[in-house]
């Protein structure tokens, strides 16, 4: 059982260090490596190994929600819904971030220039889904203070999801 401890301890802080040192410097691409390495890792860790660490880990966790890679996207909301279950206030400070992710996450990317849904680029219903997961959990964990304000915002994304083609999804 100690192997994914030691593979935790050896491989996420200095993935989460070089983050920290280039956060400035960094290319789009090399920070994406990063975060693409990190949330490969975390997926495969349980919560109880993540837990002394979660601190550090958020913000990371919240900027991979802004990739377009799904896969990246589905792992790191299941580390959210379990992190909005168990400790959420963790999470708690960076409610404003996280609501706004998961609304980017439960739509699917559309093209701007022709209003069309680009499928290499949108997010999948597995994506949508499991951010609906996390969005629902919101409202039950965080002071009513820090939901209010995105009301609005909620109820106009949440009516395009009523009409999602995909029924796990509605």
Same mark, same amino acid.
Do not use: D, M, W
């Given at each position: 059982?100690?192997?994914?401890?030691? *593979?935790?301890?050896?491989?996420? *802080?200095?993935?989460?260090?070089?983050?920290?040192?280039?956060?400035?410097? *960094?290319?789009?691409?090399?920070?994406?490596?990063?975060?693409?390495?990190? !949330?490969?890792?975390?997926?495969?860790?349980?919560? !109880?190994?993540?837990?002394p660490a979660l601190p550090t880990l958020v913000a990371p966790l919240l900027q991979t929600l802004d990739l377009r890679d799904t896969p990246v996207k589905a792992s790191s909301l299941a580390i959210f819904e379990s992190l909005l279950m168990h400790s959420p206030a963790l999470v708690a400070e960076h409610a404003s971030s996280l609501i706004t992710r998961l609304l980017n996450c439960t739509a699917p990317e559309t093209s701007k220039a022709e209003g069309k849904t680009n499928a290499n680029n949108a997010n999948s219903a597995d994506v949508r889904a499991r951010a609906l997961q996390c969005l629902a959990l919101v409202p039950k964990q965080f002071k009513r203070e820090a939901v209010v304000p995105f009301r609005r915002l909620i109820v106009k994304r949440l009516s395009g999801v009523l009409d999602d083609g995909r029924r796990r999804v509605r």
């Open positions: 059982g100690l192997y994914k401890q030691k *593979a935790f301890a050896q491989l996420v *802080a200095p993935i989460v260090e070089a983050l920290r040192s280039t956060a400035g410097a *960094a290319t789009p691409a090399t920070k994406q490596n990063y975060l693409l390495a990190l !949330s490969g890792i975390l997926s495969h860790l349980p919560y !109880s190994i993540l837990e």
